[in-house]
């Protein structure tokens, strides 16, 4: 069973989802790849209570450390490894997908990885601002794809000094 409550962010309504232990999902209201499946609501699941705290506290403009909150994104073993990458990335910094595929590439110990395989990967990140997607760029520094629409993507971008 998956849990849900919203949260009343400053870039959009977000939907929290937990499997009741730990924080499965965090999606904007309406973005790409929001689950389609049943959810119940219980804003008083307790994973909740830090999660939101964790959020005031970026949108309030700190730059909160993800590694303190129980994630769980469900995904393949690769995609897992890219949003490990993600959280590596600094608040009100950017990087590109290149990067990340050299980075996981090393992890891998592969010498090449795709950058568009990367791109896939991290446009699925189940946990949108925790896991910041947001911070990734184009080779150029372009924004490119974000599942909540490149306005969101350059709203936190904002908020972070990243832009």
Same mark, same amino acid.
């Given at each position: ?5 919203? @949260?009343?962010?400053? =870039?959009?309504?977000?939907? !929290? ?14 973005? %790409? @790849? ?6 119940? *609501? ?26 303190? !909150? ?22 009100? *910094? ?8 050299? %980075? ?16 896939? =990967? ?27 629409? !490149?306005?969101? %993507? ?5 908020? *972070?000094?990243?832009?």
């Amino acid at each position: 069973m998956l849990f849900s409550a919203v @949260y009343p962010s400053p =870039a959009g309504r977000m939907v !929290l989802g937990s499997d009741g232990e730990a924080l499965t999902g965090l999606w904007f209201q309406g973005q %790409k @790849y929001f689950p389609a499946g049943p959810m119940e *609501e219980n804003a008083a699941l307790p994973v909740f209570g830090p999660v939101r705290d964790w959020l005031d506290g970026y949108f309030g403009g700190d730059a909160p450390d993800p590694r303190v !909150l129980p994630l769980a994104p469900a995904g393949s073993e690769f995609r897992r490894l890219i949003w490990d990458l993600l959280l590596d990335i600094p608040y009100g *910094e950017v990087t590109t997908y290149g990067a990340l595929a050299d %980075k996981a590439a090393r992890r891998m110990g592969r010498y090449t990885m795709s950058a568009q395989a990367v791109g896939g =990967a991290v446009g699925r990140n189940p946990i949108s601002v925790i896991i910041p997607c947001h911070r990734v760029v184009g080779a150029d520094g372009s924004l490119t794809g974000y599942a909540a629409g !490149l306005g969101v %993507k350059s709203w936190l971008l904002q908020h *972070e000094g990243a832009i």
